[in-house]
Structure formats: structure tokens, C-alpha cells
């Protein structure tokens, strides 16, 4: 069942939705959004645990949606996520610790009129702090029923977070169970929780540089059935700033990457444990371009050691 607002509005921007389909939102004056021709939709995945599919591209929050109550920034948010949905994107993720991005996701949610959204947030309080209150005031900001995945962020109190993550989950408050980690951090300990708990996602930092997953963790989370969820894919843009003014090699085309995002996200998707990358971005053609690299083809294992050796030349 799709993710609905609590009480559900019937607002304008839903009708137009419900009449028109996405595209009727540039008529809401989203900045900068045109809606486009149909196109193909991404590539699906199933999460192990539960057989729910959900594209392989979501949209990450961290920074780019911390924009405050700045109404102008808050619209070009807005006009992100229209674009999001409109390309068959439904995965979002956030956290309380992301300054006022839940609120942002919120409001775009409201002012899209609530469309299907696989909602994914994190518990993030210290030693003694209430979780169950942390993440009732998520799913407020967020507007939402339920999240559809509840994540220990980077490890703080996963113990004690853990054991009310899986009550809330016996009690269907919600959907999945999740740890993260980002910039490569705690590698052994996200190990031994893996091992040693039944998640149903880890969420982690791996791209064409970071590699260090594919060696126990990538693995690992194929053998116990745990869904992967990509993290900073590109350094939070230092990838994409690295090879600024920097040709594709021709051959990048028969994987069908035409910028350097999408020859990034193609390599962290071809891995057959990865279930889905969050990159984040403040552009609409940025987030077309990024699901769009979800299309096949897809680079196989010999391309993608080709892809390694040419990116170690710079």
C-alpha cells in the first residue's frame, strides 16, 4: 500500500494530479519545471526480506534540502520531487539530523497532493533520548502514515534503537528496518550487526572510489538477504567536480552513460547487491539525468574493471 498523508487532503495540486498527471503541476509555477514526454520507467528492484519493488535511483536530502522557510528555495525543492515522481521515482531518504530537510520533504509531498512515495527516514538521538518520540515527529513533518523504512543512523545507540525498531515493526508502525553508515566509517561493526540481526536494509557509502564493500559487506548482504542502500555515490560531488572539463571515453556509450553521473551511478548499480543510490541533487535536469542511468544496458563485470582502470589514470 502506498505511503498517505495522515488526513489526506483533497488540495489543488492533488486534483491536478488526479486529472492531469504530473504534468499539470507546472501550472502551479514550480520554477523551472516542464513536464516531459513519457519515458521509460527505471529499473525495479526487490527488497529480500519483503518482496516489495522499488526503483533502483531514489533522492537523498542531506544538504540540498536544508533550505528553511525560503520560499523561493523551498519551490525549487518542490519542482526537484515533481521531477522525481514524474520520472518513476519514489524513494526518498531523510533524517531528523538534516536541519529542516524532513520539513522541505514534507511540504513537497503536500503541495504534489501526497503521490506514492517509499518513505525512508532515520532515529537519530543520543544515549537516554526517546526514539519512538524522534521518529513520531518525523512521520509529522513528513506527513505520512508510516515510514516504509526506519534506519539507526550511523550507529548511534543501534542497541537500544534496534529493539524499538523491531517492536514498531511487529506492530506494522513500520515497514522495514534499516543501520547506515557514510564516508566508509565502522566497517567491522556494521559487519558483525549484520550478521547478527535480521535487517531488512543497510545503507552504506559506495562508488567507483570507494570500493572497500565489495571486498565483505556487498557480500555479505547478498548471503543474508539485507537490500543495500547507496549513499554519497558522488562524494557529495567531488566525483562529478573531479572530472569537470574531462571527456567521456567513447566507450562509455555502450553502457549508454552520456555524462559523468550517470557512468558513476551505472558502475554502483551493476553491482548485483546494490537495491538502490540516493544521490541528491537542487536540479531537475541533475535528477532526470540520474534516473535515467538506471536504463539498460548496464555495465557487465569485465566493463565494469574497465571502468576501475580508467578512472585510476586520473
Do not use: C
Amino acid at each position: 500500500m502506498r505511503n498517505r498523508r495522515i488526513d489526506e487532503p483533497m488540495s489543488i495540486y492533488r486534483r491536478a494530479i488526479l486529472k492531469g498527471g504530473l504534468a499539470a503541476i507546472a501550472v502551479a509555477g514550480l520554477p523551472g519545471f516542464a513536464p516531459r514526454a513519457e519515458t521509460t520507467r527505471p529499473e525495479r528492484r526487490v527488497i529480500p526480506s519483503s518482496g516489495v519493488s522499488i526503483p533502483v535511483v531514489g533522492l537523498g536530502t542531506w544538504i540540498t534540502f536544508n533550505v528553511g522557510t525560503d520560499p523561493v528555495l523551498l519551490d525549487e525543492s518542490v519542482a526537484v520531487m515533481a521531477a522525481f515522481f514524474e520520472a518513476g521515482g519514489t524513494v526518498i531518504d531523510s533524517s531528523p539530523m538534516y536541519g529542516s530537510s524532513q520539513d522541505t520533504v514534507g511540504h513537497g509531498l503536500a503541495k504534489l497532493g501526497y503521490p506514492p512515495v517509499f518513505a525512508a527516514d532515520k532515529v537519530w538521538t543520543p544515549a537516554g533520548g526517546d526514539g519512538r518520540e524522534q521518529i513520531g515527529a518525523s512521520r509529522r513533518k513528513w506527513g505520512v502514515r508510516r515510514f516504509d523504512l526506519m534506519q539507526v543512523h550511523n550507529l548511534v545507540d543501534w542497541r537500544e534503537h534496534l529493539e524499538t525498531l523491531f517492536d514498531m515493526k511487529a506492530a506494522g508502525e513500520i515497514g522495514h528496518i534499516g543501520i547506515t553508515t557514510s564516508h566508509g566509517r565502522r566497517h567491522e561493526l556494521l559487519e558483525r550487526i549484520m550478521r547478527e540481526y535480521p535487517l531488512d536494509f543497510v545503507q552504506l557509502t559506495y562508488n567507483i572510489l570507494d570500493r572497500e564493500p565489495e571486498e565483505r559487506l556487498l557480500p555479505l548482504a547478498r548471503d543474508r538477504g539485507i537490500a543495500v542502500m547507496v549513499n554519497r555515490p558522488f562524494r557529495q560531488k567531488a566525483l562529478i567536480r573531479r572530472f569537470q572539463g574531462v571527456r567521456l571515453p567513447g566507450w562509455a556509450d555502450n553502457i549508454g552513460a552520456f555524462s559523468w553521473a550517470q557512468f558513476i551511478l551505472k558502475f554502483i548499480l551493476s553491482h548485483p547487491a546494490v537495491t538502490v543510490a540516493i544521490p541528491a541533487t537542487t536540479r531537475i535536469d541533475h535528477v532526470r539525468e540520474n534516473i535515467a542511468a538506471a536504463a539498460d544496458p548496464l555495465p557487465d563485470e569485465a566493463m565494469r574493471r574497465r571502468m576501475v582502470a580508467h578512472i585510476r589514470e586520473f
